[in-house]
């Protein structure tokens, strides 16, 4: 623009300076037709005088010779003045056609400098429209920028949020087993204890009844005695002391009493302290089921907040990839319409997905009492509305309007056409429809006999 700026100043100029010029010839032009008059008017006087002698060289007598000198110097004055007027007539048609030339060249300066002028201000336009555009991109590139740091720092946020719930999860699960374990030994022991316990308790009820059976005994044997004998136990004693005491029936009592302590069995005395034992354990491995018991409402609150977290996510997902899959049904059916619905929108995470449909000129229905060819549609319809959901720069399909009739292929290569766009698909087909919308074809061919050949067309090269 600044370089234009400068020719455009040296041709103005150079205008400038050809139209002094213009007036500098234009000014002389102007003298010599002055002089030319002039000319004009002293021919104009000679002629009056040699008329004026021609008449009085009739009324006179005047010399021949002196009116012929004189004849001929007015003619020589008369040519000389005509080729004076000549050469200023030529002088001046000169100046005239360099008068014209100038206006033309100057014509095209102005037009030069009209056509520049308008140039500079469309690039100026051009170059504010480019400024302002450039900052709207550069704002627009910043605030993307800043919104794809932000998306990211909460990705990380959350991804963090995830990994510490995940390995949280994970310890408090592991504490679990390990306080289950624990506490399944404990249990375990405190049954052994238990048992110990009750076997304890039924040996020293036999040893108590044992005991009260020798009691009864003893004093039945001291009311036998005192029966039989009118004896006392420590008349007896006494009896013994004095040597009338039967050795023979005291060893066999005593013996009889020995079978009956052996058959009592051992007595653990520390029973009642291992019991205390294995209580407080017992209270300790309480505490720590209750901890775990905590730990797992925890745990279990965690995942409700996950499970209602996942719901919203996929509620919200599922009402865009509905709205989509309505607008793809409508596009390739061409009107219709078409909805995704949640069996139990109370449960959206285990519940069905229904899949209702209503091609042009039917009712609403489900997807299985439609045909063939409008289930595959409908398909399809499905599988895009998810591309759009979750858009891939590459994707491969196998045959998927296989069971579609030539106007549905139609309409399914036109979308597919359209779509290509923003995403490249490798299609698998042996519909012909479905070829014509390719920008490249690629077969295999068998033209001899178990041998295979591969073959391909750039149908671009060939487009009209």
């Known amino acids: 623009v600044q370089d234009e700026r400068i020719v455009v100043a040296r041709d103005t100029e150079r205008c400038n300076k050809a139209r002094e010029a213009l007036e500098a010839c234009t000014a002389r032009l102007e003298q010599a037709e002055d002089a030319l008059e002039q000319l004009r008017q002293a021919v104009a006087d000679v002629s009056q005088d040699l008329q004026q002698v021609s008449d009085e060289s009739r009324g006179a007598t005047m010399d021949r010779e002196s009116m012929d000198a004189l004849t001929e110097q007015l003619q020589q004055a008369l040519a000389e003045a005509r080729r004076h007027a000549d050469d ?34 469309d690039l100026e336009q051009m170059a504010a429209r480019s400024s302002v555009q450039s900052d709207s991109a550069r704002q627009q590139r910043e605030q993307l920028m800043q919104d794809i740091a932000d998306k990211q720092a909460q990705l990380d946020a959350l991804t963090q949020q995830t990994d510490a719930a995940t390995r949280r999860v994970n310890d408090l699960e592991a504490k679990r087993r390990e306080k289950a374990a624990a506490q399944r030994d404990c249990a375990l022991a405190l049954d052994q204890l238990h048992v110990a316990r009750e ?62 302590i052996r058959e009592l069995g051992s007595i653990n005395l520390d029973a009642v302290t291992e019991y205390d034992e294995v209580l407080a354990r017992h209270q300790e491995m ?23 977290d996942m719901a919203r996510q996929f509620t919200a997902e599922f009402d865009k990839l509905n709205t989509y899959f309505s607008e793809t049904f409508e596009r390739l059916f061409g009107g219709g319409h078409a909805e995704l619905r949640l069996a139990d929108p109370s449960r959206p995470l285990d519940c069905d997905i229904e899949i209702a449909a209503q091609p042009p000129g039917k009712k609403l229905q489900l997807l ?39 106007a549905n292929i139609g309409c399914f290569a036109d979308y597919l056409r359209e779509y290509s766009k923003t995403t490249q698909f490798i299609v698998i087909t ?20 178990g041998i295979s050949s591969m073959i391909s067309v750039n149908l671009q090269d060939y487009a009209v």
């Open 286 to 308: 309480t505490i720590q089921r209750d901890d775990t018991i905590k730990a797992e409402n925890d745990l279990m609150q965690l995942i409700d907040q996950l499970l209602q």
């Open 430 to 449: 042996h519909r012909k429809g479905t070829m014509e919308q390719c920008d490249a074809l690629y077969g295999v061919s068998m033209e001899e006999k």
């Open 199 to 260: 076997q304890n308790r039924d040996k020293l009820h036999r040893n108590e009844l044992l005991l009260a059976r020798l009691d009864g005994e003893a004093t039945a044997l001291s009311e036998r005695l005192f029966a039989s004998y009118e004896l006392t136990y420590d008349g007896a004693n006494e009896l013994r002391a004095e040597g009338r005491f039967e050795v023979g029936a005291a060893e066999k009592q005593a013996a009889q009493l020995k079978d009956a």
């Open 368 to 406: 299985s009492l439609l045909s063939g060819g409008e289930r595959a549609l409908t398909a399809i319809a499905i599988l895009f509305a998810m591309l759009k959901l979750k858009p891939t720069p590459f994707c491969v399909l196998d045959e998927i309007e296989a069971a579609l009739d030539d």
């Open 88 to 121: 200023l007539r030529a002088v001046a048609t000169q100046r005239a056609a360099d008068l014209a030339q100038q206006e033309h060249r100057w014509d095209l300066l102005v037009r030069d400098r009209e056509r520049l002028t308008r140039e500079i201000n």
